[in-house]
């Protein structure tokens, strides 16, 4: 087996949890992946997703274990998403 092989079903493997959500989930995994934290809003806004969906979205991930929530020291009314995969 190759590295290239190796690297490769890692990276499959980092998303199984994520594989059988719906595509709004995957989108907010993928611009997780993408940025280290981001709050409920900057989600919506980068993802073009409405705050319902991208909320939506958070809960799927939260209950595969993808997605960490902590609250946000400088607002306590915002918490603040990091992926966990």
Request: charged fraction near 30%; proline fraction near 5%.
């Amino acid at each position: 087996m190759s590295c290239t092989e190796v690297a490769a079903t890692d990276s499959t493997d980092r998303w199984e949890a994520v594989r059988d959500l719906p595509p709004s989930a995957k989108l907010v995994a993928k611009v997780l992946d993408y940025n280290e934290t981001m709050t409920q809003s900057q989600l919506a806004e980068e993802t073009l997703l409405p705050p319902r969906t991208v909320r939506y979205a958070l809960t799927r991930l939260e209950e595969q274990d993808v997605v960490d929530s902590r609250f946000s020291f400088s607002d306590a009314r915002k918490r603040l998403y990091t992926l966990s995969v």
